[in-house]
């Protein structure tokens, strides 16, 4: 997917990857799994709002939050019904604001913070997030976040693995996606250090995505093996939030 496309350009093409199509329903059953029965999610880099949908039809109580203009204005369009009865509540602006933002979604905190197809790779500075994450989640909220698999990226050019002793040593790499994005991929443990002291890695879980209808493979934390899980695009990582 071109992480360049946006708005109706991006349900459409979305649509037409299959493989794309999995991994989001791959992650929205698992964040419907680990939701409570009522609770409230806040999805952040909500895109066009296809999921922020899904989890109101579930039953659960949705806020939502995207810099994108255009994808803010398909999501208003999409989730019209859910925003009008308030069991959707859309936030946008710029991102600076969403950080210094008192309160995001009205009422109890949130029970489950959700973020798919890999927001985070393209925050620059993780530590502020995972505080406000942190401050917006109740004492037994967790966190799940689609992250870019640097196995897959390395994978797919053998020019790439020049990339691969940097991966070990620093834990990330950066790329320019269009010349001009900085797209930063994660071993999984060192982006687990900008969590803390917010939040405890608790699972790895690697989608399926050529396997329709299978559940991700759940890894414990402290392990990864690149050649059995790079062929999986993303990884989706589950946290607790740290009440120390």
Not at 115 to 132: E, G, I, M, R, T
Not at 157 to 175: A, Q, V
Not at 184 to 207: C, D, K, M, S
Request: proline content about 7%; overall charge positive; hydrophobic content about 45%.
């Amino acid at each position: 997917m071109n992480a360049a496309v946006t708005g109706a350009i991006y349900v459409d093409a979305m649509n037409r990857d299959p493989t794309d199509r999995e991994c989001r329903r791959s992650f929205v059953n698992l964040a419907l799994a680990l939701a409570p029965v009522g609770g409230r999610v806040f999805d952040f880099g909500s895109g066009p709002g296809i999921d922020a949908k899904l989890y109101a039809e579930s039953g659960l109580r949705v806020g939502a939050y995207d810099v994108d203009t255009a994808m803010c204005e398909y999501f208003a369009m999409h989730c019209a019904a859910e925003i009008a009865s308030g069991s959707v509540q859309l936030n946008t602006g710029p991102y600076g604001d969403f950080l210094r933002s008192p309160h995001l979604h009205a009422g109890d905190d949130v029970d489950l913070i959700v973020s798919n197809f890999a927001p985070l790779n393209l925050v620059d500075d993780l530590k502020p997030l995972f505080s406000k994450f942190a401050a917006m989640l109740g004492a037994k909220g967790q966190l799940l976040v689609s992250v870019l698999n640097p196995y897959f990226h390395l994978m797919a050019s053998g020019s790439r693995w020049m990339r691969f002793p940097e991966l070990l040593w620093r834990g990330r790499y950066t790329t320019q996606l269009h010349g001009v994005i900085p797209v930063t991929r994660w071993l999984p443990g060192r982006l687990a250090r900008f969590a803390r002291p917010f939040f405890e890695l608790t699972a790895i879980h690697v989608p399926a995505s050529d396997r329709p209808g299978c559940p991700p493979t759940r890894l414990n934390p402290s392990v990864l093996c690149a050649p059995r899980n790079a062929a999986s695009q993303f990884l989706f990582l589950q946290f607790r939030r740290n009440s120390r």
